[in-house]
């Protein structure tokens, strides 16, 4: 799958704060038949940096379902369906502080109905507290949209914007932190979170458990390179078909160290390991130039050992980026991307014995799916990861 999107500075921002304001910042593939009205109105309460959002958007198409484009990726606020949603939110900036700690807030909602349902969710809603370089948030929080929103995974292939945030807890380095061996040329940034997926899926609460680590090196005021790898693992929770899962906190050590379930679980999991567990590998080249910034990355989904060996190393999504450095040119900012995972590690698959005991192989790659945790990398039936990819829930 390839991609090239483009963004232009085409926005009519009507008057000053408290007035209403039409925009067209959803940029999509152009052949597409439909309209979009949005209508927002905006009250800010300069003093105690309070802001108040409701908008009111209306979307039709002239077939049952909306293009693709323009449902991906809207933190599962947008319906395939046409619809009609309102969106609201409270919430406080930081703003600027020489205070240690500081702490924000943000409560959002979404109401939206189509011709086959209505209903209210929680959008956003979560407590962030700072103190110096760390972070910890509590409650529902989108993660921060990156590449001007172009990118079709939000340039990690195994979490996009695609499906709505999950409540939970995440601790993590609010930005790159030098180390004191290396402070000119090395530093590192990476979270912890737990989190529940409650949604109606298969196994009923699964929990979900997230960290990542990347190191940021510095050649030159110019050039920097950052690797990492993010790891997920869906675990506990109780299935009508397996029984309950797992859920100690023994099991959850083997979850957060990536290693083999006990006897207490299911015959796969105790060959390979607990839950469902996948990750991606990232490496990200950034050049800052007088009149460009340009960036290249690589994002390398696994789900297995074969996949963490990179047995599957042709499968993933490969970007450039270009910042032109002009906001108000006719072309701001270029992403191209490339999708690939036909390789899945060959074609050798997993497979049972006349014994009924089951044996690991390399092959045959199911991304996003699993066996056991049957509603998949979903979260109210949307993809967590890349929204090209369609999964069980």
Not at 107 to 117: H, M
Not at 131 to 154: D, F, I
Not at 261 to 288: E, K, T, W
Request: hydrophobic fraction near 35%; proline fraction near 3%; aromatic fraction near 16%.
């Amino acid at each position: 799958m390839v991609m090239v999107m483009v963004k232009t500075p085409l926005k009519n921002r009507g008057g000053k704060d408290g007035s209403i304001k039409v925009k067209f910042d959803k940029w999509n593939s152009f052949g597409f038949l439909f309209f979009l009205i949005v209508g927002s109105v905006h009250v800010y309460a300069q003093e105690n940096q309070t802001h108040y959002l409701v908008e009111l958007n209306t979307i039709q198409a002239t077939k049952s379902t909306v293009p693709f484009w323009l449902s991906a990726n809207s933190y599962g606020r947008i319906q395939q369906q046409p619809s009609t949603l309102v969106y609201s939110t409270i919430y406080n900036d930081l703003g600027a502080s020489s205070n240690d700690f500081q702490f924000s807030y943000k409560v959002g909602t979404t109401a939206y109905n189509t011709s086959e349902k209505s209903a209210v969710f929680i959008d956003e809603l979560y407590g962030d507290l700072h103190y110096k370089k760390w972070g910890l948030t509590v409650g529902v929080k989108h993660h921060e949209m990156l590449w001007e929103g172009l990118s079709s995974t939000n340039g990690t292939i195994t979490k996009s914007t695609n499906a709505r945030s999950y409540p939970g807890y995440e601790l993590y380095l609010k930005d790159f932190v030098t180390l004191p061996f290396a402070k000119k040329w090395l530093s590192v940034k990476g979270n912890y979170g737990d989190f529940l997926l409650n949604d109606k899926r298969s196994i009923t609460n699964t929990r979900l458990h997230t960290k990542s680590l990347f190191f940021k090196s510095i050649f030159n005021e110019k050039c920097k390179l950052i690797v990492g790898m993010n790891h997920y693992a869906q675990w506990a929770g109780t299935s009508s078909l397996f029984g309950k899962q797992p859920s100690s906190f023994n099991d959850y050590i083997r979850v957060i160290t990536g290693s083999s379930g006990g006897s207490d679980a299911v015959g796969g999991d105790q060959i390979n390991v607990l839950g469902n567990q996948l990750g991606s590998y990232q490496v990200q080249f950034n050049y800052s130039g007088s009149k460009t910034n340009w960036n290249v990355y690589w994002s390398h989904l696994f789900e297995d050992r074969s996949g963490r060996e990179l047995m599957n190393y042709p499968d993933a999504l490969y970007g450039f980026f270009i910042d032109f450095k002009n906001p108000e040119a006719l072309v701001s900012h270029l992403l191209t991307e490339f999708t690939y995972t036909k390789h899945a590690s060959g074609d050798v698959p997993h497979y049972t014995d006349d014994q009924g005991i089951a044996h690991a192989a390399s092959g045959m790659d199911n991304y996003f799916n699993n066996g056991v945790y049957q509603s998949g990398w979903t979260y109210f039936g949307n993809t967590i990861g890349s929204p090209y990819f369609t999964t069980k829930h």
